[in-house]
T-cell receptor
Framework: GENVEQHPSTLSVQEGDSAVIKCTYSDSASNYFPWYKQELGKRPQLIID?????GEKKDQRIAVTLNKTAKHFSLHITETQPEDSAVYFC????????????FGQGTTLQVKP | GAGVSQSPRYKVAKRGQDVALRCDPI?????LFWYQQALGQGPEFLTY????????KSGLPSDRFFAERPEGSVSTLKIQRTQQEDSAVYLC??????????FGQGTRLTVV
């Protein structure tokens, strides 16, 4: 079945630095790749997503890039702030047409003031 | 409310007890999903409803897990004869068109 690998599992950066989280997927039919942010004890919240017809998408300090040939996609956070500290999950649909998501294992991002 | 609502937020069950977890999706959302999130892990898919029809239950770990959505709105996830390995956060999500999924806050189940 579909598999999503995410790394690193933990990431610590200084405030103001950039952070990059990478994911690889196995199903070449995948066409939708969301990123979720989950703060401790809270619900996962969608922060950005990308569809397979584009290679990059930006929203203020957050960007996602997609390489369909290599089957990997990455989250880039610039000018990190302490409030960016959370667990980040990548996900994809695989070949499912139901919308069910296959999640990566998560990256714990710590931004040090 | 405007978001996905789940209840209870926390549930402690004795091993062998049955539990029922409730999800109120966003009004009008056709798709409803249940996920299980173990500590330190990503959410794992359990089951999917389109309106009242359960179209995918491939992620349910055993026949002790049962989900329903009889009127195409509120959904209940039932776990019979709970075991310690069932301890996790159970997340419900709903979506309008099968893409952007909105999650509830989850129910943290602890089996003792």
């Amino acid at each position: 079945g579909e598999n999503v690998e995410q790394h690193p599992s933990t990431l610590s950066v200084q405030e103001g630095d950039s952070a990059v989280i990478k994911c690889t997927y196995s199903d070449s039919a995948s066409n939708y790749f969301p990123w979720y942010k989950q703060e401790l004890g809270k619900r996962p919240q969608l922060i950005i997503d990308i569809r397979s017809n584009v290679g990059e998408k930006k929203d203020q300090r957050i960007a996602v890039t997609l390489n369909k040939t290599a089957k990997h996609f990455s989250l880039h956070i610039t000018e990190t702030q302490p409030e960016d500290s959370a667990v980040y999950f990548c996900a994809d649909h695989g070949s499912s047409n139901t919308g069910k998501l296959i999640f990566g294992q998560g990256t714990t991002l710590q931004v040090k003031p | 409310g405007a978001g996905v609502s789940q209840s209870p937020r926390y549930k402690v069950a004795k091993r062998g007890q049955d539990v029922a977890l409730r999800c109120d999706p966003i009004s009008g959302h056709v798709s409803l999903f249940w996920y299980q999130q173990a500590l330190g892990q990503g959410p794992e898919f359990l089951t999917y409803f389109q309106n009242e029809a359960q179209l995918d239950k491939s992620g349910l770990p055993s026949d002790r897990f049962f989900a329903e959505r009889p009127e195409g709105s509120v959904s209940t996830l039932k776990i019979q004869r709970t075991q310690q390995e069932d301890s996790a956060v159970y997340l419900c999500a709903s979506s309008l068109v099968g893409y952007e999924a909105f999650f509830g806050q989850g129910t943290r189940l602890t089996v003792v």
